[in-house]
């Protein structure tokens, strides 16, 4: 995942964990470009920032690919 992608993903991830934390449940979107699904590292890192962040409700949260991959 390339260092924009981390960033979005980390910041949506932390921002909903802290709703989460005051008692807010918001659904959040993450736009990511096509490009990220062809990198080997895309499903373990979103694996691993998903894990990082546990109090996600289900359904809280999906992303989107805009993008064609190259």
Known sequence: MDELGEWVITHA?????????????????????????LREDFI??????????????KGSWNWKCWNQPP
């Open 13 to 37: 991830l932390t921002q909903m964990q802290q709703w989460h934390d005051i008692g807010l449940v918001l659904p959040v979107s993450i736009n990511l470009s096509g490009h990220h699904l």
């Open 44 to 57: 373990p890192r979103l694996k691993q920032h998903l894990a990082d962040y546990p109090a996600r409700p």
